[in-house]
Structures are given as structure tokens and as C-alpha cells.
């Protein structure tokens, strides 16, 4: 047990574990997004009420399951590391901040283009997406806290800290955002008309999820490894293995 | 010990506040012309200015604040006195603590004397005064905490942007609760669930905060 869980948290086993690992998940991954994909584009049914157009919904909402779940990865991480003192959780932290942005990012953009034809307007004051914001913004911050310190300990312990404020934070955006919402404007939710999904429609959404989630571990996986190698590169087992690379060209 | 501490650190702070040379009034400034700027921007005809005015008072006190909590600790940061201060310290968390109410009460209050003004600037009824000061002085502290702890932890960083960057989007919560409180006693409405809501997120961030303050100073100041 004590060995097997030290090959996860040292740099250089953590480094040729997730070589191994990214590539069965980005395998995976993009098998499980093909067949979703022609699931979802081919053999679901059109919906009676919006047409071929609901079919954003296969990239929008595993996005959106995303931006949270990468979040809650990444506090998680934060706070393995700030308790347990592991610097490889750190780098793990540090590269999923930018990768759960773009997966907010690509929420509200697909939302938005969603909601033109369905609502007429690019953005609606609704309450996911106004939570949704605010979670790129969080994000951003994350990433701009990390950049405005000079020394990589300091970077890492600022940053998980904000992490984990955010952590605190959020749920009380979502929920006030929510109950602010609910008492504005609950008509243009209710136009939407979601009529709860059918299996044809569902199944390909669960595999696009569980795709996407492949996908996410992989580039975290294969960014985690570039991020050790560039915080390690004054260790013996970095310069070793640049020393076997420059041997074999 | 800790309250001959005490003694001195409010001395140091009325002091530093009464010699400011008048620092302490641009917060109420930018309060008024936050607000004279909205007004401007809109054809001020009194139902359009009672409808924004929930919003307005409440985005116009958090930015003055803002302003207050750019010198919250840069100033004795760079100069030694909070290390000094925290090396000393027999309970520096209760220190700081402390400090933060000192601070939050001297810049809410002239913010809060102007509150009658903006009410009257914005056309509303005086009977939102009370629940509005209430909603205020709670919200403020849940504002005023977390940006304490959040300018611990970018100490280092000279810019004050990022510090407003990182506090902004965790204001969502106290506009959405605070501007419903305005809104509703102006109609006459039952705000007290409101406020205590404010209150009980305020003790939230104030057992909380402390934590994450030393936590921050402690990582700048090595």
C-alpha cells in the first residue's frame, strides 16, 4: 500500500506513471466520444420541440459537468497538497486551472449559441449560466494569483489556499444566484420546456460525459508531466533523463 | 499581555487615522460619485432611479470599500511594521483580528453617514434607512473579511488589481441578499430573514478569515 501510493506522489514515478495512463485515457476517451457522437448526431431522434438544434447539448452539458467537476479536482488536489505536503499535487493543481477554464469557457459559448435560436438572445440572465461566469472568472483569478508570484512554493500555497475559498464560496454564489433568479425571471427557464430525456437522447450523453472525463484526465495527465519536468529541472532524475534522450538522437 | 496589545494597536490605529491627512474621505467621494455617475447615465426620472438604487447603493459602497482595503496591510507590509507586529505578538491571530474590525468600523461609518444623502439622491423612501444601514454594516463585514484575507495572500504582488479581481466575484452573494433587502423595505416588506442571512454570513467569513489572513501572511513575510 505505501509503495504503491508512493509511486503516485514522487515526481519521477508520477512522471512515467502518467505517460502510461494518458495514453489509455486519451484511447478511451476518444473511442467513447466517436461513438457518442454518432449516437447523438446520427441515431437519436430529433426533438419535437427544437428540432436537430438540441444536439449542442452533447458538447455543452459534459462541458459544463466539467467545469465543475475539474474544479473540485483541483481543490482537491490543493488540499492533498497543503495538508500532506506534496508537490506533485501542487502540479497537478496548477495545470488543471487552466484546462476547467476552457471547459467553462466552452459551457458559455456553446450555451450562447444554444440560446440564440431557442431564446433569441445570446445570454439570458439564467442562473446556471450567470454561476457558470462566475466560475470562469474564479478560475481566472486562480491563474493570475499563481502568476503574480516569483517563487513556485509561494505560488503553490497562495493558490491552494484560494482554492480552497472557492471551495467555500461557490456553493453560496450558486445557491444566492439561483435564488435570486427563481425570483426575477423563472418564466424564460420554464421556456426552455425540458422535457425530461429519453433513453435514445440520454445514452449518448452519459458516454459523451464519461468521454470527456477521459479526455480531461489525459491532458491533465500529459500537462501534469511537462509541469514536473519544468519544476524539477534542477533535480538528478530530470537531468538524467535529458541526458537519455540526447543519447538516443 | 494581550490587552495592553490591544491598547496599543487601537492607539496606533486612531492615530494613524486622524493623522491620514483626510485619506479616510476619499472612500466617501468615490461612494458619491459612483452614484452621480449612474444617475447621469440614465434619464433621472424618480421610478427609473428607485428601481436601480438597490444595485447603485450597494455596487457604490463595495468599490469604496474596495479603495479602503487597497491600504488594509500594504502599507505597515512594506514598511516592516507587520512583521514586527506578528513576531511580537503573543496571539497574533487575535491581533489581526482585531485590526480588521478597527479598520471596517472607521471606513463604514462616514460611508454610512452618507447614506441618508444617497437614499435622498436616488429618490427613495428615509424608511429604507434603517434595514438598508443593517444590510450594509453586515454585508460590508462579509466583504471587508474576505478582502483582508485575500490582500494577505497577494501581499507581495504591487498591483491592486488583482487583489479586486480575485474579491469581486465572491461579492455575488451580498449584492444579490443586500440590494433584495433595499428593494423589499422600500415596498414596506418583512426584510429580517434577509439581514440575518447577511449576519450569519458575516460570522461565517469572520471564523474563517483569520485563518486564511495569517495563513497568507505568514507565506508573504518569509
Redesign the interface.
Given at each position: 500500500m505505501k509503495k504503491w501510493f508512493h509511486q503516485w506522489v514522487s515526481p519521477p514515478h508520477l512522471y512515467e506513471r502518467a505517460d502510461r495512463y494518458a495514453k489509455v485515457f486519451l484511447f478511451l476517451a476518444i473511442a467513447s466520444i466517436l461513438v457518442a457522437l454518432y449516437g447523438g448526431l446520427v441515431l437519436a431522434p430529433a426533438d419535437y420541440q427544437q428540432g436537430d438544434a438540441f444536439r449542442i447539448i452533447y458538447v455543452h452539458v459534459p462541458s459544463a459537468w466539467l467545469s465543475m467537476f475539474a474544479y473540485a479536482f483541483m481543490a482537491g488536489a490543493s488540499f492533498v497538497a497543503l495538508v500532506w505536503r506534496f508537490s506533485a499535487a501542487h502540479a497537478v493543481a496548477t495545470v488543471i486551472a487552466p484546462i476547467g477554464a476552457v471547459f467553462t469557457l466552452l459551457c458559455l459559448l456553446t450555451g450562447s449559441l444554444w440560446g440564440k435560436p431557442m431564446w433569441g438572445t445570446w445570454w439570458e440572465w439564467d442562473a446556471r449560466m450567470t454561476s457558470e461566469l462566475?466560475l470562469l472568472?474564479?478560475y481566472?483569478?486562480y491563474i493570475?494569483?499563481r502568476l503574480?508570484?516569483e517563487e513556485q512554493a509561494?505560488a503553490d500555497?497562495?493558490a491552494a489556499?484560494?482554492a480552497l475559498?472557492g471551495v467555500?464560496?461557490l456553493p453560496?454564489?450558486h445557491y444566492?444566484?439561483y435564488?435570486?433568479n427563481t425570483?426575477h425571471q423563472g418564466a424564460t427557464v420554464s421556456k426552455i420546456g425540458k422535457p425530461s430525456i429519453t433513453w435514445d437522447m440520454g445514452w449518448p450523453l452519459l458516454l459523451m460525459t464519461i468521454g470527456f472525463m477521459l479526455f480531461f484526465g489525459a491532458i491533465t495527465l500529459m500537462a501534469t508531466r511537462g509541469e514536473l519536468l519544468s519544476r524539477e529541472r534542477r533535480t538528478k532524475w530530470v537531468k538524467e533523463l535529458v541526458d537519455i534522450n540526447r543519447g538516443v538522437n | 499581555m494581550l490587552l495592553s496589545e490591544l491598547k496599543t494597536l487601537y492607539k496606533l490605529e486612531w492615530r494613524q487615522f486622524s493623522r491620514s491627512q483626510g485619506q479616510w474621505l476619499f472612500p466617501v467621494m468615490l461612494f458619491i460619485l459612483v452614484i452621480v455617475l449612474f444617475t447621469v447615465g440614465i434619464d433621472p426620472e424618480a421610478h427609473r432611479l428607485q428601481q436601480m438604487a438597490p444595485a447603485v447603493i450597494w455596487c457604490a459602497f463595495l468599490l469604496s470599500l474596495l479603495l479602503a482595503l487597497d491600504h488594509m496591510w500594504r502599507d505597515d507590509y512594506q514598511n516592516g511594521v507587520l512583521e514586527q507586529m506578528l513576531l511580537h505578538s503573543e496571539s497574533p491571530l487575535q491581533l489581526l483580528l482585531h485590526r480588521v474590525v478597527v479598520r471596517w468600523v472607521l471606513s463604514i461609518v462616514p460611508l454610512l453617514l452618507c447614506l441618508p444623502l444617497a437614499i435622498s439622491m436616488l429618490q427613495m423612501p428615509m424608511t429604507i434607512f434603517m434595514p438598508s444601514l443593517l444590510a450594509l454594516a453586515a454585508g460590508s463585514f462579509v466583504f471587508w473579511s474576505l478582502g483582508s484575507a485575500l490582500s494577505a495572500l497577494t501581499l507581495n504582488d504591487r498591483r491592486p488589481a488583482l487583489m479586486s479581481l480575485l474579491l469581486l466575484p465572491m461579492a455575488v452573494p451580498i449584492v444579490i441578499f443586500g440590494s433584495r433587502v433595499i428593494k423589499q423595505s422600500a415596498m414596506g416588506e418583512s426584510v429580517s430573514g434577509l439581514v440575518l442571512m447577511l449576519v450569519g454570513l458575516s460570522i461565517l467569513s469572520l471564523s474563517i478569515t483569520p485563518w486564511i489572513m495569517f495563513a497568507g501572511m505568514r507565506l508573504n513575510l518569509d
Open positions: 462566475v472568472l474564479i481566472l483569478g493570475a494569483l503574480s508570484f509561494k500555497k497562495a489556499i484560494f475559498i467555500v464560496n453560496i454564489i444566492s444566484v435564488w435570486w425570483l | -
